[in-house]
């Protein structure tokens, strides 16, 4: 069976079920972690935590390729969004951002470590300086924090979607930071129902998915009052202190696919090799979308090998540069999932096989 993301195997469930009160050991010159159900409600609750008391809006700076659903707790908040394009290196457009911005104050300035690359720090932490905001570092697609020099006033990071555990999210928080963020964590709880359906999920082959051609989201869910159970935030930083080993798989399967597709004909690489920090997925960029749509199509014809991101969001169809920009690489970008719990032999076959076609 191929997972398109890590799932608890039914081996593993007594080592999952054992409560393991570990401690966090934070990077260096940073001294909060505060913990929430899910990156985007991290996020949100930041930003509800740092809204100006005389009723303006808070200005938060995001790429307009970026998912629509990780942003929908803000569209409740008093906050305003500018979306700032890219360069071919997946870093920010800064002079196009600072045109956006105009004479506007900004307040926190996010940068994304795409698919686990770490890279554009200096310029972004120094940009928001300059512009008296906060720096944040959105590493969803990092696996850890180990081996890596921060500089982002804040991290945030998304456990669940490197390891088998439920959906969590944590934000990190630098040294002498002023933020009301309070952890308010329910007592341990063994997740059943996410066991159960992990077991389930592991066993079943789900449907295959369809090429589509679709657009983003605007959907707006208000705050809740939702908070981790305390196991799972043990469980996230059990994963956390472990991601090494993790980490060097998931490198292995990545170097693999390269040696494989770079033999490939009309496409390349999306994100260069020399970036630091993790591989998250693998992204082949192909030669125009009649060719991604057949690849997509082959790729995925008995396991799902390889999807598309991000579902955008739909407010930046106000800016046809940045929706240009954003949707292209949506229906270029093929990503081949190399996590740790890929079957490899599977994995290979499939891909052989796929390769091999006459029309691919």
């Not at 409600?41 to 659903?69: E, T, W």
């Not at 009052?225 to 994963?239: I, Q, R």
């Amino acid at each position: 069976m191929l997972n398109t993301k890590p799932t608890l195997q039914l081996k593993d469930l007594i080592a999952f079920s054992k409560y393991n009160d570990v401690n966090i050991n934070l990077p260096e010159n940073y001294d909060s972690i505060y913990w929430s159900t899910c990156g985007a409600q991290c996020l949100a609750d930041l930003c509800k935590s740092l809204v100006p008391k005389n009723g303006s809006n808070l200005i938060i700076a995001l790429p307009g390729y970026f998912c629509g659903q990780s942003i929908r707790f803000l569209r409740s908040l008093q906050t305003e969004i500018v979306f700032y394009p890219l360069t071919s290196e997946l870093t920010p457009d800064y002079s196009q951002l600072e045109s956006s911005l105009g004479n506007r104050e900004l307040d926190l300035f996010v940068l994304v470590h795409y698919f686990g690359n770490v890279i554009g720090q200096s310029e972004a932490n120094k940009f928001a300086q300059d512009k008296s905001a906060f720096f944040i570092e959105d590493c969803a697609h990092v696996i850890g924090y180990k081996n890596i020099e921060w500089l982002g006033d804040f991290l945030l990071f998304s456990p669940h979607k490197h390891f088998a555990i439920p959906s969590i999210g944590c934000l990190i928080g630098r040294i002498n930071n002023n933020h009301n963020l309070r952890n308010t964590i329910s007592k341990r709880k063994l997740p059943i129902k996410w066991i159960l359906k992990q077991i389930i999920k592991s066993r079943i082959k789900r449907s295959l998915p369809e090429w589509r051609d679709f657009f983003g989201t605007a959907i707006s869910e208000s705050m809740n009052s939702l908070t981790p159970n305390n196991f799972v935030v043990k469980k996230a930083v059990e994963a956390f202190e472990l991601s090494q080993e993790s980490l060097q798989i998931r490198n292995q399967n990545r170097n693999l696919l390269i040696q494989k597709l770079n033999k490939v004909k009309n496409w390349s690489l999306f994100v260069s090799d020399n970036a630091k920090g993790s591989s998250y997925v693998l992204g082949m960029i192909c030669d125009n979308r009649k060719i991604a749509k057949r690849r997509f199509n082959l790729l995925n014809q008995n396991y799902q090998l390889v999807m598309q991101w991000p579902d955008l969001p739909l407010e930046i169809s106000q800016d046809d540069e940045i929706l240009a920009q954003a949707k292209k690489w949506q229906g270029l970008v093929l990503f081949f999932f190399i996590h740790q719990q890929i079957d490899t032999s599977i994995w290979t076959r499939e891909l052989d096989k796929a390769l091999e076609a006459n029309n691919f």
